[in-house]
């Protein structure tokens, strides 16, 4: 005769003609000369409790398993690497201003505000970031992708700046923010012929009059992002005469944008 009782703790699976079901274990301690066995069923997740008779635990009852412990013999680099990728995955949970700890930065109070304030609280982010320049909206923009990087919440993200703020705009996000952004041109689009440029990664940049060419919208048409910043939005405009409007190039290339993104921010 087995001697199960001995072998009787919290974890283990067993299985007896006591229960409908197999149960794992959830307390076993003794009551008087017997044993109280509490469980909860593996397929109903139904709790029993009952108490038995020693030998009627040892002759009707089997343990299946969860008798073997941990045995500590996974690679301690890896388990360290993977808890503190937990640690980093969850931390914003607790530090309201997460992002601004991992950054090299020293933000003003508007832009701790523009963010934390009002971008953050908001499901879908439909902003429009009106500041004088010189107020840092790189900076905002910065803070406002890490943060929703590390909550999950985006992965491909395009950023429409004016030409001549290209490079201003991909040194600043990674000297501040560690973000590095390809830059979208005539010669990566032609060496993409074939497929779409820009289902190659995730982080993308490009000239917003660049962007506005017929065959350009074709292709961003065809992509969807987690994420939209344009820069100087205003240049995306209309005109009305009368009755009529007359949408500018950069306009339809702003509609675009606005169908094909979750999430839109100039």
């Known amino acids: 005769m087995e001697n199960v009782t001995n072998k009787l703790k919290e974890g283990v699976v067993i299985r007896g003609p006591y229960w409908p079901e197999e149960i794992r274990v959830l307390i076993a301690k003794n009551v008087g000369h017997r044993i109280q066995i509490i469980g909860v069923g593996t397929r109903s997740e ?39 990728a937990k640690r980093i995955q969850m931390s914003y949970e607790f530090d ?77 996000l990674f000297e501040k923010f560690g973000e590095v952004f390809s ?33 350009v919208l074709d292709s961003l048409k065809e992509t969807h992002w987690d994420i939209v910043i344009v820069d100087e939005a205003h240049k995306l405009s209309a005109y009305r005469f009368g009755q009529k409007t007359e949408k500018s190039q950069r306009y339809k290339l702003g509609e675009v944008l606005s169908d094909t993104s979750e999430h839109f921010c100039s």
């Not at 990566?188 to 009059?209: P, R």
Request: proline share 6%; aromatic share 8%; glycine share 6%.
């Open 46 to 84: 139904k709790s029993y409790s009952s108490i038995f008779n020693k030998s009627e635990i040892d002759s009707k009852i089997e343990i299946l398993s969860g008798l073997e412990g941990p045995t500590f013999s996974s690679n301690p680099c890896k388990f360290r690497l993977a808890l503190e």
């Open 183 to 215: 830059e979208v041109s005539r010669e990566s689009m032609v060496s993409s012929y074939g497929v779409n440029v820009w289902d190659q990664g995730t982080n993308y940049i490009v000239s917003m009059d660049f962007a506005k060419q017929d065959d």
């Open 96 to 172: 309201p201003l997460f992002a601004v700890g991992v950054s090299k930065i020293e933000p003003l109070p508007h832009q701790i505000e523009a963010v934390y304030d009002h971008l953050l609280g908001k499901p879908r982010i439909r902003f429009l970031l009106a500041d004088d320049p010189g107020a840092g909206k790189t900076i905002m923009a910065g803070l406002l992708l890490k943060e929703l990087k590390y909550r999950g919440v985006i992965e491909k993200i395009l950023l429409v700046v004016p030409p001549a703020l290209i490079e201003n705009w991909k040194e600043e």
